[in-house]
């Protein structure tokens, strides 16, 4: 007869201290996928319970937790099992995405061929010769870097692009804050944004880089805002990568490149003779923001209409959306004049097998 036994689950803390020298211990090599899943998986669950054990006022709890997640690889062990799911062995880097929508609405940016490229050797690095209108090559901010040779860096050469991410791996990944990172100052008087925020200014002294004053046209965001451990604090992150993309506009209309938003595309002398968009106005500013899939799919408090009616409320509207199995990828444009508003954590999806997954904008 065969046995009935179940086979007994190992619990994860187990099977991570049972590899925590291959976690601890840099290598080239992947983790396993599994191993992978279930180390972001209890990442994740550890980091919400030592926010809701610090909301409740426990300490004991909250530093218990932390130094469970601390005797497990921490976030440098999270990290080696995100980097490990972008291998391409696992058709894993989400940015391969957002380079196939840049080819599809056809953005006039020359590819560089080496993404470590400081752009010194890259024809059209800085300015479009053939265009005597075109502004310089657009600038990419990214939430949340792992890595600086993930296809879209082909398109952004160093001296374009600023990676950050909690903790670094990599020199050119600044380790950076989001939430603390400035907006960049000027242009001045920035328009009304229907976004209410505190201190999101340049502060006086603060370091002040050429992308200060230039800003950034797109922000990536893969894979981050689910990394927030509440939904407030996803709001907010929402929020301030909106200031962010305002002060971009508000930079594009003081150079005199028409935005035409009653089509959702460009006007003026902003497409070339052979239809590409060279100053992307019809595309930028824009957020590349990537979702596990069951963040909309299967949540009790998040839909994707509700996730578009919390973009229109920043000033944001749907370029391109794609949705696979694990992941929902979407390509937005700020327009502004965002309806502003809050949202909070609603039930719109009932039903027993949902995850709690919420964005809430205070
Ligand atoms: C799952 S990884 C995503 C990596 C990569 N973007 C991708 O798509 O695979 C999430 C990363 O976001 C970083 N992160 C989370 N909150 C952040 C913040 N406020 N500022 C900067 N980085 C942040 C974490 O440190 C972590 O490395």
């Known amino acids: 007869m065969p046995s009935t036994k179940r086979k007994k689950r190992k619990p994860t803390s187990t099977l991570l201290s049972r590899r925590q020298s291959s976690i601890a211990i840099p290598s080239d090599k992947p983790l396993p996928s599994k191993l992978s899943r279930r180390l972001i998986r209890s990442h994740h669950t550890t980091q919400k319970r030592i926010h809701q054990a610090l909301q409740q006022n426990d300490t004991a709890t909250a530093t218990a937790l932390t130094s469970t997640l601390a005797s497990t690889g921490g976030l440098a062990a999270y990290q080696r099992a ?135 046209d797109i922000i990536s965001c893969s894979l981050v805002l689910n990394y927030v451990p509440t939904p407030a604090g996803r709001g907010d992150m929402l929020k301030r990568i909106a200031r962010f993309a305002a002060h971009n506009l508000h930079r594009r209309t003081l150079h005199q490149q028409p935005v035409d938003n009653s089509n959702g595309t460009s006007s003026g002398n902003t497409t070339n003779g052979n239809g590409s968009d060279s100053g992307g106005n019809a595309v930028f500013p824009a957020l590349f923001l990537v979702l596990p899939a069951p963040c909309v799919t299967n949540s009790r408090y998040l839909t994707e209409d509700h996730l578009q009616r919390i973009m229109a409320s920043l000033g944001y509207e749907l370029l391109r959306r794609k949705l696979s199995p694990k992941l929902a990828y979407y390509l937005w444009r700020y327009v502004g004049n965002g309806t502003g508003g809050t949202f909070k954590k609603v039930e719109l999806r009932p039903g027993g097998k949902r995850n709690n997954f919420a964005i809430v904008v205070e």
Not at 165 to 183: A, G, R
Request: glycine letters at 6%; aromatic letters at 6%.
């Open 82 to 216: 995100s980097v490990s799911g972008q291998s391409s062995k696992r058709g894993g880097d989400s940015s391969k995405v957002l380079v196939d929508w840049f080819l599809e609405l056809n953005l006039n940016i020359n590819v560089s061929h080496n993404p470590q490229s400081d752009g010194s050797t890259t024809a059209n690095n800085n300015t479009n010769t053939n265009d005597e209108h075109a502004r310089p090559r657009p600038r990419l901010l990214e939430i949340g870097c792992l890595s600086p040779s993930n296809a879209i860096h082909a398109f952004f050469p160093r001296t374009r692009r600023t990676l950050m991410d909690l903790n670094s791996l990599h020199p050119e990944i600044l380790k950076q804050d989001f939430m603390t990172f400035p907006v960049p100052a000027g242009p001045p008087a920035l328009p009304p944004t229907g976004i209410t925020s505190t201190s999101n200014t340049a502060a006086a002294g603060e370091v002040c880089e050429e992308a200060c004053e230039e800003g950034y």
